[in-house]
């Protein structure tokens, strides 16, 4: 009988990276809050979840040189899509972060981020304990 971890972890793993993304987006956005131009950034987490868990269904671009990039994607090696804030009042400078508010984002975020991870936990586990056979 063979056992698969990918099977029994399911998407909590990848709840986690797309969480840890999402906290390295909304730090980079606060971190720009005084920028003139810098437009703020977020990933729509609920849409990339699907996707990693097969249900996406969205189409792929095709690069017609070797030289453009994947438009929308986050820092190399993410893969995650990237998303222009719409901002509910922009400055003068062109800025569009409001601290506030990605203080917020980036604190829900957080809590989220430590609830995937003692999910995670919980679920290894209870694995390790199956294997030990203390269930």
Known sequence: MSISLDK???????????RSQRMEVLSSNIAN???????????DFRSQLEAASGGGGQLQLSQTRAGHQDPGTAAAGTGAELKYRIPSQP???????????????????SVKYQSSLEFLNRRVSGIR???????
């Open 8 to 18: 029994a972890l399911g998407i909590l793993p990848e709840s986690v990276n797309l």
């Open 33 to 43: 809050a005084d920028t003139p131009g810098y437009k703020a950034r977020d990933l």
């Open 91 to 109: 400055s003068l400078d062109g800025n569009t972060v409001d601290p506030q508010m990605e203080r917020a984002a980036f604190a829900e975020n």
């Open 129 to 135: 304990d199956a294997f030990r056979g203390n269930r």
